[in-house]
């Protein structure tokens, strides 16, 4: 007890000559009746605290954590809905991220979502999401099981490529139709056809990996193939899709071929000499029971170099996030995947993540369809996807000699596009290949195309049995 008072004491004397001190030297400064600082306002005190929180929720940081907070617990409620109605959780977040934005904030309560969200702050926001998807990415490059993929190669090669080829085919047969009448006036015919086929064409890896596993699929046969299909489907969606985005971004055929000789350079670099210089570190380190904080920064150094060189050369740093990833050392060389997965996924998929659902949904303007036109439009490329995506699987599964339903059920699986479709849809935005109004009917289409998994997994199940 007497040692509380002693401190009691010295904070008390040490406050008080410090209130003491700021007294004689501020009174020194000019007479009293004059000063400019004042203790209270004339307009008392509920309006200095009224003023002071305004202003500094104005503050970039102050916004930018407000905006933060309200995403995640909009994703997360909705994320909670979607699984409770039995769809992806990726729904529920895709629905929160349009919501926030124009198609219903901005149009219900628009003060309210020019205040949360104004454009000056819009830059900070996609700067972290596009962070977060480049960890995001990175995680997907090392989920990938080539071993897997090796051991099926011939199966799941005819049956990924063909899930590709098909919808590719019949994306760039409906650009012809859409070009004259949503394409941007600047984008030529060539990269439009293109980026509407690779667009058509994305497998959600994730998403499927989720929906097999909450299903207890994993050990069918259809669900393996599946899971070996979207992997492959992924790894040559984003090969495409760099060469669509190097043709893009180029202004002549020499700028095109010198973009796709870096390409080659960089693939050649990250597999015959990053990759080797990984699993030498890892054999390194293969007896310590955690990753090393020297080998992390490390690995993280060369994730943001391959994501800075793929930016550079204009095929976007997600593809280099992506290729991080797919070199580094497989599971039976060392433990750097099984290690770094669970923490980067809590970063990226909690917490940065959503940021990207909401740019995704500010970028949404469902207004802009205001004909019966636009909704026939947005109808066909719906169409066009299912179909191309499911009867290019389940017809390829069947000639590699599934039943009828087990192909349908693949063909199902392979459909689900979800958040992988939005980072393509997203590229394409930015580099001014899709309209406002074409984005806003490929985010509906993705929409319906990963909540129409769960439902057409069940309708061909009870098809089957009573076959």
Known sequence: MKKMYIYLLMVTLFSMGIVVILYIGYSTSGSLANLSFKFMSENGVLNDLKTLIFNQFHHPLSLLLTQIIVIMIATRIFGFIATKVLLPIVVGEIIAG????????????????????????????????????????FVIGMELDWESLKSKTKESIVIS????????????????????????QTISFIPFALF??????????????????????????????????????????????AIIIAISSSTSLGASTLSLG????????????????????????K???????????????????????????????????FIAGVVMPSNKESKIREALIPKL???????????????????????LMETPYHWYVCFIITLVAIAGKLFGAAISSKFMGFSWAD?????????????????????????????????????????????????????????????
């Open 262 to 285: 870096l390409i080659v350079a960089y693939m050649l670099i990250m597999i015959y000499l990053v990759k080797p210089f990984l699993v030498w570190l890892a054999n390194k380190y």
């Open 98 to 137: 349009i919501i926030l934005g124009p198609s219903f904030l901005s149009s219900v309560f628009p003060s309210f979502a020019e205040t949360l969200f104004p454009k000056t702050s819009l830059g900070n926001l996609s700067m972290i999401s596009q962070l977060g998807l480049i960890f995001f990415m």
């Open 287 to 321: 007896d310590e029971k955690t990753l090393d904080m020297s080998m992390v920064a490390i690995i993280l150094m060369i994730l943001l170099l391959s994501s800075l060189a793929t930016e550079i050369i204009g095929i976007h740093a997600l593809f280099g996030a």
């Open 196 to 241: 509407m086929g690779i667009a058509m064409s994305i497998t959600a890896f994730p998403v499927l990996a989720k929906i097999v596993k909450e299903r207890n699929i994993s050990n069918t046969s259809y669900g393996a193939m599946s899971l070996t299909c979207a992997a492959a489907d992924d790894a040559t969606g984003w090969y495409i899709l």
């Open 161 to 184: 490529h063909s899930s590709i080829l098909f919808p590719f085919f019949l994306g760039v047969g409906l650009a012809l139709f859409l070009y004259s009448s949503f394409a941007p």
């Open 345 to 367: 996924e809590y970063v990226s998929v909690l917490v940065l993540l959503p940021l990207f659902f909401a740019l995704t949904g500010l970028r949404t303007q469902i207004g």
């Open 407 to 467: 192909s349908f059920r693949v063909g199902a699986l392979m459909n689900t596009r979800g958040l992988m479709e939005l980072i393509v849809l997203n590229i394409g935005f930015e580099l001014g290949i899709l309209s406002a109004e074409l984005f806003a009917m490929f985010v509906i289409m993705a929409l319906v195309t990963t909540a129409m998994t769960g439902p057409l997994l069940h309708l061909i199940d009870k098809v089957s049995k009573k076959a």
